[in-house]
């Protein structure tokens, strides 16, 4: 989430067209970044249940593991276009209907799916969209526009010994 927040932050367009009737550029926005940062980048795996099943016309006997990585589906350049590597919010406005669908379901797995999805896919989507009304409206109040936020990554050293006690 840290990345599609930073990404929000740099493209100030994004952020002052969040209201009400660009809604769906601010969906458009939170969809693309998880597709090029997706929650987990990991294989998915699921086991094939007794008595087999067909795969893609071919028979997978049960008990064999099948795993698809998240981050190569959210690179599908038939489901998503030539541009796949390129931050283009655009590309779900610009879409048909059934085009749109599809880029839905495939970045929707992401977050897994069935009874395997994440928990905390609600609230994560919640964050996501209140980050822009929080970014906009500290905007407004502190008129100073980008140079308002600042991103500090650190990490904390601690000496095994404190950690012990």
Same mark, same amino acid.
């Given at each position: 989430?840290?990345?599609?927040?930073?990404?929000?932050?740099? !493209?100030?367009?994004?952020?002052? !067209?969040?209201?009400?009737?660009?809604?769906?550029?601010?969906?458009?926005?939170?969809?693309?970044?998880?597709?090029? !940062?997706?929650?987990? *980048?990991?294989?998915? *795996?699921?086991?094939?249940?007794?008595?087999?099943?067909?795969?893609?016309?071919?028979?997978?006997?049960?008990?064999?593991?099948?795993?698809?990585?998240?981050?190569?589906?959210?690179?599908?350049?038939?489901?998503?276009?030539?541009?796949?590597?390129?931050?283009?919010?655009?590309?779900?406005?610009?879409?048909?209907?059934?085009?749109?669908?599809?880029? !839905?379901?495939?970045?929707?797995?992401?977050?897994?799916?069935?009874?395997?999805?994440?928990?905390?896919?609600?609230?994560?989507?919640?964050?996501?969209?209140?980050?822009?009304?929080?970014?906009?409206?500290?905007?407004?109040?502190?008129?100073?526009?980008?140079?308002?936020?600042?991103?500090?990554?650190?990490?904390?050293?601690?000496?095994?010994?404190?950690?012990?006690?």
């Amino acid at each position: 989430m840290s990345s599609l927040t930073y990404r929000c932050v740099r !493209h100030q367009s994004l952020i002052l !067209h969040v209201r009400r009737p660009a809604k769906r550029k601010t969906q458009a926005v939170i969809h693309e970044g998880l597709r090029i !940062h997706p929650p987990f *980048s990991g294989l998915l *795996s699921k086991e094939v249940p007794a008595g087999g099943d067909i795969l893609d016309g071919r028979y997978v006997p049960a008990g064999t593991c099948i795993g698809h990585s998240v981050f190569s589906m959210m690179r599908n350049k038939a489901v998503f276009g030539e541009d796949v590597d390129v931050f283009r919010p655009e590309r779900w406005l610009d879409a048909s209907p059934q085009g749109r669908a599809r880029m !839905h379901h495939t970045a929707g797995l992401g977050f897994g799916s069935g009874r395997w999805t994440c928990a905390g896919k609600t609230v994560a989507l919640i964050q996501l969209n209140k980050i822009f009304v929080e970014v906009r409206s500290s905007r407004r109040s502190t008129g100073q526009g980008s140079r308002a936020f600042s991103f500090v990554y650190f990490l904390r050293f601690v000496p095994r010994a404190r950690l012990l006690t």
